[in-house]
């Protein structure tokens, strides 16, 4: 599956959206890293969502042009693992942005998941810039509404995900310390 994963993610963005591929390439490193923080038998689960979470922004995959869902909805179509498909769907506090886009309904269809799973991939995918760079959490959340600008969704979103993304964070760095393995640090 993470084979699988990795090859789908780069036929839809590696040409296309290079910096995009660069930050999935660091997202999915970060993954293989963050094993310790989830449950032995799921790490190749991980590591596939990490591949995958951002295929949503491909041109190809256009319908509603919010990336977790436009990715859910390609990956349910073919067949993936119905868990694999809800974590791409709702990675990073995606259910707390498009409340206000009308896409609860959608949204609603991919059951919402809040583990040890869903939280190593948010966190890996909040630890990686768009282009691959490394940084904190903190660091990454305001990057991010900076570059969605300040009225975007996402900034708009931020009362209710931020501290979603926040908790997440921590809860994988208390796994990593409880597995005496350090949080990775930025710039690593
Ligand atoms: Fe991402």
Same mark, same amino acid.
């Given at each position: 599956?993470? $084979?699988?994963?990795?090859?789908?993610?780069?036929?839809?963005?590696?040409?296309?959206? @290079? #910096?995009?591929? %660069?930050?999935?390439?660091?997202?999915? +490193?970060?993954?293989?890293?963050?094993?310790?923080?989830? @449950?032995?038998? #799921?790490?190749? !689960?991980?590591?596939?969502?990490?591949? !995958?979470?951002?295929?949503?922004?491909?041109? #190809? !995959?256009?319908?509603?042009?919010?990336?977790?869902?436009?990715?859910?909805?390609?990956?349910?179509?073919? *067949?993936?693992?119905?868990?694999?498909?809800?974590?791409?769907?709702?990675?990073?506090?995606?259910?707390?942005?498009?409340?206000?886009? *009308?896409?609860? $309904?959608?949204?609603?269809?991919? @059951?919402?998941? #809040?583990?040890?799973?869903?939280?190593?991939?948010?966190?890996?995918?909040?630890?990686?810039?768009?282009?691959?760079? +490394?940084?904190?959490?903190?660091?990454?959340?305001?990057?991010?509404?900076?570059?969605?600008?300040?009225?975007?969704?996402?900034?708009?979103?931020?009362?209710?995900?931020?501290?979603?993304?926040?908790?997440?964070? %921590?809860?994988?760095?208390?796994? !990593?310390?409880?597995? *005496? %393995?350090?949080?990775?640090?930025? *710039? %690593?």
């Amino acid at each position: 599956m993470t $084979e699988r994963a990795r090859k789908t993610a780069r036929k839809l963005l590696r040409k296309e959206l @290079p #910096e995009r591929w %660069q930050h999935t390439l660091g997202v999915a +490193r970060r993954a293989a890293e963050l094993a310790g923080a989830v @449950p032995r038998d #799921e790490g190749p !689960l991980l590591i596939a969502a990490a591949w !995958l979470h951002d295929i949503g922004y491909s041109s #190809e !995959l256009q319908l509603t042009g919010f990336h977790p869902i436009d990715g859910g909805l390609y990956l349910r179509e073919r *067949g993936w693992d119905p868990r694999l498909v809800a974590l791409v769907a709702h990675h990073s506090g995606a259910r707390y942005v498009p409340v206000d886009r *009308g896409f609860s $309904e959608i949204m609603a269809t991919f @059951p919402f998941e #809040e583990s040890p799973l869903s939280d190593a991939l948010t966190y890996a995918d909040q630890t990686v810039g768009p282009n691959g760079v +490394r940084m904190t959490v903190e660091y990454r959340i305001a990057e991010a509404i900076t570059r969605h600008g300040p009225n975007s969704p996402n900034a708009r979103a931020r009362v209710d995900r931020v501290p979603y993304l926040l908790a997440a964070a %921590q809860r994988v760095r208390d796994r !990593l310390h409880h597995v *005496g %393995q350090p949080a990775v640090r930025p *710039g %690593q």
